[in-house]
Antibody
Framework: EVQVVESGGGLVQPGGSLRLSCAAS????????MSWVRQAPGKGLEWVSI????????YYADSVKGRFTISRDNSKNTLYLQMNSLRAEDTAVYYC??????????????WGQGTLVTVSS | DIQMTQSPSSLSASVGDRVTITCRAS??????LNWYQQKPGKAPKVLIY???SLQGGVPSRFSGGGSGTDFTFTISSLQPEDSATYYC?????????FGQGTKLEIK
């Protein structure tokens, strides 16, 4: 079964850091781009970042550029999101998701269950 | 950045009704448009990808169409389990923006 499972969420103070992880299984991880999408409480979906299959190329939403870093370890089938200089507006459920095809121009499936990040003092 | 404008933001319909949601891109995105369903407390699930391709296992009452800047998502005969929020998303170029969502309620 193709599956992604997030971990690492929690409560962090404004200005703090947190690293999210996403463990993938059931597919050839190194062949697919991976992405993070977040959802603030009661709000819609916001795309955060994407990384190529090789890890050589990444893109970010303007709202997180310069503060968040996406990375991957293909030997461990794991995706990461390093979040620094966290703000209250970063409070959200963070979802890990896989590109549906080897092309970047594809939808995302499957999605993990999400991990909640709360930024508050 | 490509902006995605989805309408309506909410709608209420009866079982058996035909329901259509529209999504407009601020510039041409070819057919790089996907539709997701999200139920409360759950992760999103892709229903339609590449504008009109039905994801495996998704009922055939769901369909999508369009290309360029204007897209539609249709449920041909609404079922009670279709109560959810639906999002369009462009995968043409980063940032891969989502529409604001359409909350669908069953009367």
């Amino acid at each position: 079964e193709v599956q992604v499972v997030e971990s690492g969420g929690g409560l962090v103070q404004p200005g703090g850091s947190l690293r999210l992880s996403c463990a993938a299984s059931g597919f050839t991880f190194a062949s697919y781009a991976m992405s993070w999408v977040r959802q603030a409480p009661g709000k819609g979906l916001e795309w955060v970042s994407i990384i190529s299959a090789s890890g050589n190329t990444a893109y970010y939403a303007d709202s997180v550029k310069g503060r968040f870093t996406i990375s991957r370890d293909n030997s461990k089938n794991t995706l990461y999101l390093q979040m620094n200089s966290l703000r209250a507006e970063d409070t959200a459920v963070y979802y890990c998701t896989k590109a549906m095809t080897s092309s970047w121009k594809s939808g995302f499936d499957p999605w993990g269950q999400g991990t909640l990040v709360t930024v508050s003092s | 950045d490509i902006q995605m404008t989805q309408s309506p933001s909410s709608l209420s319909a009866s079982v058996g009704d035909r329901v259509t949601i529209t999504c407009r891109a601020s510039q041409s995105i070819s057919s790089s448009l996907n539709w997701y369903q999200q139920k409360p407390g759950k992760a999103p699930k892709v229903l339609i990808y590449a504008a009109s391709s039905l994801q495996g296992g998704v009922p055939s009452r769901f369909s999508g169409g369009g290309s360029g800047t204007d897209f539609t998502f249709t449920i041909s005969s609404l079922q009670p389990e279709d109560s959810a929020t639906y999002y369009c998303q462009q995968s043409y170029s980063a940032p891969y923006t989502f529409g604001q969502g359409t909350k669908l309620e069953i009367k």
